[in-house]
């Protein structure tokens, strides 16, 4: 008699700003044996429940959900919207908390910059300074993922991802009682470390992995770290 195989675990993956399906491409193939994933579309428009709602619209009818910087907040929302549709919730390099008065006037500097004509290349390398560990700057191949990612998205993305709203998501958090991953580069210039473990705290339930040597963009710069920990929170 034939043993039947396990199905694979829907496994609905949101990318951050200026990030397409690339950011996951390791995770996609290391995961293959135990989840059918699918990256959601966070590039059409410009505030957090039509985001919500249109990778919503597409998603299976239950799956585990990973969020990726601001597809934290992405992930956050469905929660707000749909949460008996998550069966499991994963934040990496994200946040809970809202923009502050501060990098919201960033926001928008960084917007009227992006509409000049000629100035927008994706990330320069003062970004990139911010996005990757020091230690992975002259990284050729990782540099170029960033940079292929961030340009063929372009200006118009950047600036309806840079319009969405980061709103507070302690609430949200608090309510979610499934099993749950919050994971950041020790390193992390963006969503610094204590800011995930604080998130971490809202979930008791949570388990906090931590990279070493590792900025943002963690399923890049430590892809078969992040798939081991995605692995084991499937698998938990």
Known sequence: METATPARIPLLLLPGLLNDAALWRAQIDALADIADCQVGDL???DNLRATAEAVLARAPPRFALAGFSLGGYIAQEILRIAPGRVTRLALLGSSFKPDSPARAAQR????NSARLPGTFHGFGDRLMRSYI????????????????????????????QSRIARVDGRAVLRAWHGPALVLCGRNDAITPLAVSEQMAALMPQSSLVVLDDCGHLAPLEKPQQVSAALRAWLLQ
């Open 43 to 45: 590039t059409a428009h």
């Open 108 to 111: 928008i500097a960084q917007q």
């Open 133 to 160: 560990d020091a230690s992975r700057l002259h990284d050729q191949a990782l540099v170029a993922t960033v940079r292929g990612m961030t340009t063929r998205l372009g200006a118009q993305v950047f600036m309806r």
